[in-house]
């Protein structure tokens, strides 16, 4: 599974993630995500989860010779 994982995110940066997000699905784009929080209910980390759940893009790799 290819994952994307943002720590320690700060609000600031959560509100640029989550906009991301609604603006991925806007162009049809979707995808499993997922979060980590504390005892206390903070977002520790989020992440993307681009695997089968990916829609509307893919991911390519490429060897470099």
Not at 28 to 50: A, M, Y
Request: overall charge negative; charged content about 35%; hydrophobic content about 35%.
């Amino acid at each position: 599974m290819t994952r994307l994982i943002f720590k320690s995110p700060t609000p600031e940066q959560l509100r640029h993630i989550y906009r991301a997000e609604d603006e991925l699905l806007k162009a049809g784009v979707t995808f499993d995500t997922g979060k980590t929080l504390d005892g206390e209910g903070h977002i520790l980390s989020r992440d993307w989860e681009l695997d089968w759940s990916l829609k509307g893009a893919e991911i390519k790799e490429e060897v470099k010779a």
